[in-house]
T-cell receptor, first 118, second 113 residues
Framework: DTGVSQNPRHKITKRGQNVTFRCDPI?????LYWYRQTLGQGPEFLTY????????KSRLLSDRFSAERPKGSFSTLEIQRTEQGDSAMYLC????????????????FGQGTRLTVV | GEDVEQSLFLSVREGDSSVINCTYT??????LYWYKQEPGAGLQLLTY?????DMKQDQRLTVLLNKKDKHLSLRIADTQTGDSAIYFCAEDPYSGGYQKVTFGTGTKLQVIP
C-alpha cells in the first residue's frame, strides 16, 4: 500500500463551476476524514466517514459541499458553484479506528488537492 | 471553542537544537500531537504524548508538556536541513477519532546550512 492518495493534485476552476476531488485511503482503514487547509493555517475538519456512513459534518461544510464514500473505500468531495473563498488545500486522512493501538491515534494524510477558484 | 497557537516561523543553524512551542486551551485534551508537513507532502505524525506525561523522548525529538500552563514544546536535537518543514501541534480530547482534533497554525522551521 502506498498510503493515502488524492487526485487531482491541483485544480484551477472558474467561479461558479463544480469540482470533484477523490481520495483513496489506506486499504484497511475504516475511517476517512476530509479537511480544508488555507494558507498559514492548520487543517480544519470538514467531515468524516466510518466505512460508508458519513458520521459528522462541520459547520464549515456548506450546502454546496457534498461528500460520499459509497463502498466504504474511496471517497469523493464535490463543491458546487465554487466561490473564490473555496480556494484552499483539501486534505484527506484515514485511520484504523476501533482496533486499538497507535492506529487510533495516528492519522495518515494524503498530499492534498490544491483548489484555485478564479 | 478550542484554540491552538504557535509562532509562525523559526530559523536555526544546522547542528543546533530547535524548540517549537505551542499553547492550547482545551484542558480536557488527552493526546497532544506533533505533525510535520514537508513541501508538497501530506502531514506526517512525528510523535505524540499522553496528557498524564510530562516528557517523552524519541531519538532526536523531545516533547515537553506543561499541563498547568497548557504549553507543549518540541525540541529537535542536532537539527538537519531535512528537518526544514512546517510543524503542527494538535490537541485531541479523544472523543473517539480525529473529528475533534484541533490543529495549530503551524511553525515553519528553516534550517540554515
Amino acid at each position: 500500500d502506498t498510503g493515502v492518495s488524492q487526485n487531482p493534485r491541483h485544480k484551477i476552476t472558474k467561479r461558479g463551476q463544480n469540482v470533484t476531488f477523490r481520495c483513496d485511503p489506506i486499504s484497511e482503514h475504516n475511517r476517512l476524514y476530509w479537511y480544508r487547509q488555507t494558507l498559514g493555517q492548520g487543517p480544519e475538519f470538514l467531515t468524516y466517514f466510518q466505512n460508508e456512513a458519513q458520521l459528522e459534518k462541520s459547520r464549515l461544510l456548506s450546502d454546496r459541499f457534498s461528500a460520499e464514500r459509497p463502498k466504504g473505500s474511496f471517497s469523493t468531495l464535490e463543491i458546487q458553484r465554487t466561490e473564490q473563498g473555496d480556494s484552499a488545500m483539501y486534505l484527506c486522512a484515514s485511520t484504523t479506528y476501533g482496533t486499538g493501538g497507535l492506529g487510533d491515534t495516528e492519522a495518515f494524510f494524503g498530499q492534498g488537492t490544491r483548489l484555485t477558484v478564479v | 471553542g478550542e484554540d491552538v497557537e504557535q509562532s509562525l516561523f523559526l530559523s536555526v543553524r544546522e547542528g543546533d537544537s530547535s524548540v517549537i512551542n505551542c499553547t492550547y486551551t482545551d484542558s480536557s485534551s488527552t493526546y497532544l500531537y506533533w505533525y510535520k508537513q514537508e513541501p508538497g507532502a501530506g502531514l506526517q505524525l512525528l510523535t505524540y504524548i499522553f496528557s498524564n506525561m510530562d516528557m517523552k523522548q524519541d531519538q532526536r525529538l523531545t516533547v515537553l508538556l506543561n499541563k498547568k500552563d497548557k504549553h507543549l514544546s518540541l525540541r529537535i536535537a542536532d537539527t538537519q536541513t531535512g528537518d526544514s518543514a512546517i510543524y503542527f501541534c494538535a490537541e485531541d480530547p479523544y472523543s473517539g477519532g480525529y473529528q475533534k482534533v484541533t490543529f495549530g497554525t503551524g511553525t515553519k522551521l528553516q534550517v540554515i546550512p
